[in-house]
């Protein structure tokens, strides 16, 4: 019985990834049929199972190299084919061949920062930062701006959805620069740029109050204006690598001087 119940637990985590997989072809077969809205919320689905696969495992202590790998099979799926797919279909296709190329390359940066993640997890250390940026945030910053941009759509301007007017007025300037967004998330996603990982934060009381608040207007924000703040966060996280990045290298350099000065 309680092998049962054990064989039964590792299952869980197992039926998200197959989820992930599944929001993930779903969106690639709206993308191609030319529903971009539809294609993005599957892959908002896809990003949920992503995030509680590896949590439930966690926490059930099921881990497996199995689960991993498939894992990155499901993300190399949701967030590197079915993204550019969408990305093509929505703009890219018109640029002919520059636009396959773009779209192949992200998918080749996803699949080597997916390959580099499974390296780096061989040594059983929970890190406090990822190196590159992580496919589901990359993706995430695609997802986020097909929604938005849809809104500007006839069809979309009937969703009862509030937006900030002021990050709509630049969703048509994204949109041409899009193909070098995509390549310069494609850079970031192989890079050693450090990327917060969220997996060892330790919630002291204090720290546990101010991210419960912040959770809490996160998520007031999202039921209001859901499209423009997905946007946004996802975009903010992109950034907050370059930052952290150069911060580092400044606080190298500068230290260095200041010792040189006394």
């Not at 019985?1 to 989820?19: A, D, H, Q, S």
């Not at 993308?31 to 294609?39: K, V």
């Not at 919630?203 to 419960?212: D, E, G």
């Not at 998520?219 to 975009?235: E, G, H």
Request: hydrophobic content about 55%; proline content about 5%.
């Amino acid at each position: 019985m309680k092998e049962n119940v054990r064989k039964g637990v590792y299952i869980v985590p197992t039926l998200f990834t197959c989820g992930n997989m599944t929001f993930g072809f779903l969106s690639m077969l709206s993308s191609i049929d030319g529903f971009f809205t539809r294609a993005a919320w599957f892959l908002i689905c896809a990003i949920v199972c992503d995030m509680l696969d590896g949590r439930i495992a966690r926490m059930t202590k099921t881990s497996s190299e199995f689960g991993v790998q498939m894992d990155s099979l499901s993300d190399l799926i949701s967030f590197g084919l079915a993204p550019a797919t969408m990305m093509y279909m929505l703009g890219l296709k018109s640029m002919g061949k520059i636009g396959v190329a773009i779209a192949v390359f992200f998918v080749l940066c996803s699949a080597l920062r997916l390959a580099k993640f499974n390296v780096m997890a061989n040594d059983g250390i929970v890190h406090k930062t990822f190196i590159g940026l992580p496919t589901p945030a990359s993706a995430g910053v695609i997802i986020s701006f097909v929604l938005s941009y849809e809104l500007l759509s006839p069809s979309g301007q009937t969703l009862n959805f509030k937006t900030i007017p002021m990050l709509m007025d630049s969703m048509p300037i994204f949109f041409k620069i899009m193909p070098v967004v995509m390549i310069c998330l494609s850079f970031l996603m192989i890079s050693n740029v450090p990327y917060w990982s969220f997996k060892k934060v330790k919630l002291s009381r204090p720290k546990a109050m101010r991210i419960i608040v912040l959770l809490v207007v996160a998520a007031i924000l999202v039921l209001v204006f859901p499209q423009n703040i997905f946007f946004i966060l996802f975009s903010v996280y992109a950034l907050s690598g370059i930052v952290m990045y150069i911060s580092r290298f400044l606080f190298r350099k500068f230290p260095q001087k200041n010792k040189e000065d006394k």
